[in-house]
Each structure stands twice: as structure tokens, then as C-alpha cells.
């Protein structure tokens, strides 16, 4: 089956500590995101990408960083630098960029602080 | 500062009911239009594209209104499975796609 895998489902990250995320698609797309969503929060733009070795930040890339070494994978570390961690981390992947593309969703990764 | 408002609700409506979920965007020059739906600790999903003349989907109906900056979905004969949160979504489409999301408004439909 065609789709975004994020993994792990629930992650635990301890006081100055790095943590990464994972995101791979199986869709061929061309860009993928990722947002971070607080509780009664509308989701907010981390970093996104629109080819390999190349990628942007969005709204909120402090103490976040990404990679884009391969078209399928998309992986997020969240770094010690990000001090309110805690939350919904969701990848999303996106066909090609521009147009009336609409972005699909991995399940998310919850994040929280020990 | 670009912005997607919606209201928070939660909209409570008995099975059967129809409901309408109105949403404004703050950019002009936004392109393309999206509700999605999301289920309670889980990822959004597609629900449906909004079209400039309109569009339905099964109960569902899209209205998109340039001139206003205004985007609806209707909700047509209301079901329990219908209880979600629904996202408007705009595509600012200056040379890239990220999306603006509303906060969503929440749906709780009863028997």
C-alpha cells in the first residue's frame, strides 16, 4: 500500500537530549512537511522540502533541524535547543508544488518530555 | 500576517441535522482551497478540494466565495461518524505549497 509512515507512534525525550523523527513515502512526491500541533492549535510549519538535498524553514524551525538525502525520507531531530518539545509532530507529502495539490498526512508522532 | 479564521465551536447537532462551517482567509491572492478532517489524536485527511463554482461531494458541499475571502462546508442528513474536527486549509501558492491551516471546528453530532 502507497503512503507516509511516521515513526516511532510516541516518543519520550529527556532533558537535553536530541530526538529524531521519522518520515518515509512511498507516493513518489516531490515535497514533504512537516508541522508540529499543540492542543487547540492549528497546525504550524516546521521545515518543508520540494527536492532532495534541498529545504526550507517554515513558521517555527528553531531548535529543529532536517534532511533531505533521499526523495522518500524526510527525517526531523528535534534538538535540545527546542525547549517545549511537547506536542503532535505530523509529515505530510505533496505530488509536486504548486496547483491545486492538496498535502497528505502521516499518523504523527506525540512527543513528550520525561 | 496571513491567517485562516474559522469558529472554534464545538457545533453540537443531532443525527440528521445539516451544518454549515464557514472559514475567512486574510491573503487575496490565496489559490487553492481545502477542508480536511480530523479525528480526535489522530492525522488530518483529505476531505474534500474547494472549487471556485462549487462543489459536492456525496452530503457534502463546498462554496468558495473570492470576492469575500470566505470558504464553507455543508453538511448535509448528519452522522454519528461525521464527529471530527474540520480544518480549512488555503494554499497561499506563492511558488511553493505550504498550506495555512485554521484551528478547526469541532463537530459533535448526537443520536
Known amino acids: 500500500d502507497g503512503g507516509i509512515t511516521q515513526s516511532p507512534k510516541y516518543l519520550f525525550r529527556k532533558e537535553g537530549q536530541n530526538v529524531t523523527l521519522s518520515c518515509e513515502q512511498n507516493?513518489?512526491?516531490?515535497?514533504m512537511y512537516w508541522y508540529r500541533q499543540d492542543p487547540g492549535q492549528g497546525l504550524r510549519l516546521i521545515y518543508y522540502?520540494?527536492?532532495?538535498?534541498?529545504?526550507q524553514k517554515g513558521d517555527i524551525a528553531e531548535g529543529y533541524s532536517v534532511s533531505r538525502e533521499k526523495k522518500e525520507s524526510f527525517p526531523l531531530t528535534v534538538t535540545s535547543a527546542q525547549k517545549n518539545p511537547t506536542a503532535f509532530y505530523l509529515c505530510?507529502?505533496?505530488?509536486?508544488?504548486?496547483?491545486?495539490?492538496?498535502?497528505?498526512f502521516g499518523d504523527g508522532t506525540r512527543l513528550s518530555i520525561l | 500576517r496571513k491567517e485562516v479564521e474559522q469558529d472554534p465551536g464545538p457545533f453540537n447537532v443531532p443525527e440528521g441535522a445539516t451544518v454549515a462551517f464557514n472559514c475567512t482567509y486574510s491573503?487575496?491572492?490565496?489559490?487553492?482551497f481545502f477542508w480536511y478532517r480530523q479525528d480526535c489524536r489522530k492525522e488530518p485527511k483529505l476531505l474534500m478540494s474547494?472549487?471556485?463554482s462549487g462543489n459536492e461531494d456525496g452530503r457534502f458541499t463546498a462554496q468558495l466565495n473570492r470576492a469575500s475571502q470566505y470558504i464553507s462546508l455543508l453538511i448535509r442528513d448528519s452522522k454519528l461518524s461525521d464527529s471530527a474536527t474540520y480544518l480549512c486549509?488555503?494554499?497561499?501558492?506563492?511558488?511553493?505549497?505550504?498550506?495555512?491551516f485554521g484551528k478547526g471546528t469541532m463537530l459533535l453530532v448526537s443520536p
Open positions: 522540502s520540494q527536492i532532495v538535498n534541498d529545504f
Open positions: 491573503n487575496s491572492a490565496s489559490q487553492s
Open positions: 507516493l513518489n512526491h516531490d515535497a
Open positions: 505530510a507529502s505533496q505530488f509536486r508544488q504548486g496547483g491545486n495539490q492538496p498535502q497528505h
Open positions: 474547494v472549487y471556485s
Open positions: 486549509v488555503v494554499n497561499e501558492n506563492s511558488g511553493y505549497s505550504t498550506l495555512t
